[in-house]
C-alpha cells in the first residue's frame, strides 16, 4: 500500500530570500505516528504548513492518498487535521461555536453528538458556552485540538503540540494521540522536546537548516545510532587515570571514585573486557558496575552539530 | 463540487459577528443618518425648498441611504475578512477544502446582507420624517443589492490588501467618504457651476447616488442606463481583482 503522505523534493524558499527547505523527500505510512524532530527554525512548521495549504511550495510536490494538495486540495484538505503552534483563536465566540465551525468549514454535516464527544474527550464540555478570550493557555491548546478533529480527520498534524502546557494535559493528550492512532489516524507532530519524541513515535524524522538528515524507526534508531556508557565503581578514589588505561578514553568523576566508559553497540568489539582485564591489572578494586543507554537526545545532538 | 456547509459557517459567522455588535453595526449608521436628516433636511432644506421639483428633504434620501451603504458595506466586509488575518485565525480558512468562490460568498454575501437591511431600515427611518414615493421601486432594490454586493466586495479587497488598522481605515476615510460628499449626495449636480458639472462626472459614485435617485422620483444627473452600466463595470472590476488576489495567494499565501 502506497504511504498516506507522500513528499518528493519539497523546496520552499520564501519571499525574503530564506530557503526553509530543501528538496526533502519524506514517505509517512498509514497509521503511524511520526514524531519530525528539530530545532526552532527548522523546517518543521513551514513543512507542515505546504502540506495543510498555508504555504505553496516552490518546487516539489506532495500527494495525501494518492491525491496531489495542489490540484486536488478538496480532497487532501478533507482528509488532513492540522493543531496550529501558536494560539491563534478568534476573541468573542464560544467553545462550542468555533468547533461547530471548524467542522463546517471542512465541509461536513452538523454532528453535535459527535462535537459534544470530541469537547468530552478534551475536558472542554464544562466550557462550551465560554468565550475564548475567557480561557487559559491551555484551555486554548485544547480548543485548537478540538477544532482539528472537529471534522474527523484521517490524518492529525499537530504543530508543538506541547509548548507552554502542563503536565496533565501534556499527559492527557497523548492518551488522545494513542486512542486515535488506535482507530487509525495517521500523526504527525513536531517537538522539540526529544523526550517527547521519544515517548509517543514509531518512527522519528530529524529536520535541521531545512533539511530532512534522516528517518529512522525509532528503535533501531537509537540502537543504530546509540551509544552506551559502562560507570565503574571504585572501592578507593583514584586521583588520576592511570597511563595504562589512556586508549579507553575513560573520564574520571570529581571525587575520583567513577570512572566513565563510553562504548559503541554496532562496533565489532565492545572493549569491556579488555578494560576490565586492564582495570585489574592497574590495582583498581572494582565496587559495582551500571550500563546505561545514550538518550534519543544525545543522539540528535550529535547528528544536527556533526558538520 | 461546491462546499455548501463552508459557506453556510462562514455566513452565519459573520451575521452573528453583527448580532452580537447589534449597536455598532445597526444603531449607529441608524443615529447617524438620522443628525444626517436633522442637519441637512431641517436646517438647510428650509432655505432651499425644492430641487428639481422634490422638496429638499425627500431628495437628500437616496444620497443618505446610499452614504451608509457603501461606508458601511466597506468597513463590515474589510474587517471580517482583515481580523482573521489579524489574529492568525486566518489558517484555518486557508486549509480547509474551500475555493476563493466559496470564500467571498461567505464573506462578502454576508456583508452585503448586513448592508441590505441596514438600507431597509434607514429607509424606513427616513420615511418617519418625510413622505417617501418611490417611482420604480424594482430599480431601485436593483440599486441597493447591487451596490451593496459591488460595496462588500471591494471592502473585502480593502480587508485582503490592509496590513494593519491604519490601512483599513485609509481608502473609507480618505477616498470613499469624499466621493460620496462630492458625488452629490446633498444636492444636484445641476447646481454646480458648469466646470465642476463636468468634474464631478468623473465620480464614480455620482452615477450610484444620480441612478438610485432616478428609481424614486425620475429625477436624475446622467441616465439610469449609464448608472448602471457603471455600477457593474465597478462589480466586474472588483469580482476580477479578488479572482486575481486568490490566484496568486496575495498577502494570504507566501
Redesign the interface.
Known amino acids: 500500500m502506497p504511504a498516506i503522505v507522500q513528499i518528493q523534493s519539497l523546496s520552499k524558499t520564501y519571499a525574503s530570500g530564506h530557503q526553509a527547505l530543501s528538496t526533502v523527500d519524506l514517505e509517512i505510512e498509514e497509521g503511524e505516528i511520526l514524531a519530525l524532530l528539530g530545532p526552532n527554525g527548522a523546517g518543521k512548521t513551514t513543512m507542515i504548513s505546504i502540506i495543510c495549504g498555508i504555504v505553496s511550495p516552490s518546487t516539489g510536490r506532495v500527494l495525501v492518498a494518492g491525491h496531489d494538495i495542489v490540484d486536488e486540495y478538496r480532497i487532501t484538505r478533507e482528509l488532513i487535521g492540522l493543531v496550529p503552534q501558536e494560539l491563534t483563536l478568534g476573541a468573542f465566540d464560544t467553545v462550542w461555536n468555533t468547533v461547530n465551525f471548524s467542522r463546517g468549514l471542512f465541509g461536513q454535516k452538523p454532528n453535535p453528538a459527535y462535537i459534544e464527544q470530541v469537547l468530552k474527550d478534551l475536558s472542554l464540555w464544562d466550557k462550551r458556552e465560554s468565550e475564548l478570550r475567557e480561557l487559559s493557555g491551555g484551555m486554548k491548546r485544547r480548543v485548537l485540538i478540538a477544532k482539528a478533529l472537529s471534522h474527523e480527520p484521517k490524518i492529525l498534524f499537530l504543530d508543538e503540540p506541547t509548548a507552554g502546557v502542563d503536565v496533565e494535559l501534556r499527559q492527557d493528550m497523548w492518551k488522545l494521540v494513542r486512542r486515535l492512532n488506535d482507530s487509525g489516524v495517521t500523526i504527525i507532530l513536531t517537538t522539540h522536546y526529544i523526550e517527547e519524541a521519544e515517548e509517543i513515535a514509531d518512527r522519528v524524522g530529524i529536520i535541521n537548516q531545512g533539511k530532512l538528515l534522516l528517518v529512522e524507526d525509532k528503535a533501531s534508531l537509537m540502537h543504530k545510532l546509540g551509544k552506551k556508557q559502562l560507570q565503574i565503581e571504585l572501592r578507593a578514589p583514584v586521583a588520576a587515570v592511570p597511563e595504562s588505561l589512556a586508549a579507553y578514553k575513560l573520564e574520571a568523576s570529581a571525587d575520583g571514585c567513577q570512572l566513565t566508559y563510553t562504548y559503541d553497540t554496532q562496533g565489532e568489539r565492545t572493549g569491556i573486557t579488555a578494560l576490565l582485564q586492564d582495570l585489574h591489572a592497574a590495582g583498581l578494586q572494582l565496587k559495582d558496575l551500571k550500563s546505561s543507554q545514550s538518550s534519543l537526545e544525545e543522539i540528535f545532538v550529535s547528528l544536527v552539530s556533526a558538520p | 463540487?461546491i462546499?455548501l456547509?463552508?459557506i453556510?459557517?462562514?455566513y452565519k459567522?459573520e451575521m452573528?459577528?453583527a448580532w452580537?455588535t447589534l449597536l455598532q453595526t445597526i444603531a449607529s449608521p441608524v443615529i447617524a443618518t438620522s443628525l444626517y436628516f436633522v442637519v441637512f433636511g431641517a436646517a438647510i432644506g428650509s432655505r432651499i425648498e425644492e430641487v428639481e421639483g422634490v422638496s429638499y428633504g425627500v431628495f437628500i434620501v437616496p444620497g443618505l441611504v446610499m452614504f451608509a451603504l457603501l461606508t458601511q458595506s466597506i468597513s463590515n466586509a474589510s474587517f471580517g475578512i482583515f481580523?482573521?488575518k489579524f489574529?492568525?485565525?486566518i489558517?484555518?480558512?486557508?486549509?480547509?477544502?474551500?475555493?476563493f468562490f466559496e470564500i467571498v460568498v461567505g464573506y462578502v454575501g454576508a456583508a452585503a446582507t448586513k448592508s441590505l437591511i441596514l438600507g431597509t431600515i434607514i429607509l424606513l427611518t427616513a420615511n418617519l420624517f418625510v413622505d417617501l414615493r418611490v417611482e420604480h421601486p424594482l430599480v431601485m432594490v436593483l440599486f441597493l443589492v447591487l451596490t451593496c454586493i459591488s460595496f462588500s466586495l471591494f471592502g473585502f479587497i480593502i480587508g485582503l490588501w490592509a496590513t494593519n488598522f491604519e490601512k483599513l481605515q485609509l481608502i473609507p476615510m480618505l477616498v470613499i467618504t469624499p466621493l460620496v460628499f462630492l458625488g452629490g449626495s446633498f444636492y444636484s449636480v445641476s447646481m454646480l457651476p458648469p466646470a465642476w458639472q463636468t468634474v464631478t462626472l468623473f465620480n464614480p459614485v455620482l452615477y450610484l447616488i444620480s441612478g438610485f435617485r432616478w428609481s424614486f422620483f425620475e429625477v436624475a444627473d446622467v441616465s439610469v442606463g449609464i448608472s448602471l452600466a457603471m455600477i457593474s463595470l465597478f462589480l466586474l472590476a472588483c469580482l476580477g481583482l479578488v479572482w486575481w488576489m486568490f490566484k496568486t495567494?496575495y498577502r494570504l499565501?507566501?
Open positions: 463540487m462546499n456547509q463552508a453556510r459557517v462562514i459567522y452573528l459577528r452580537n481580523f482573521p489574529t492568525g485565525t489558517y484555518e480558512v486557508m486549509s480547509a477544502p474551500i475555493s495567494g499565501r507566501q
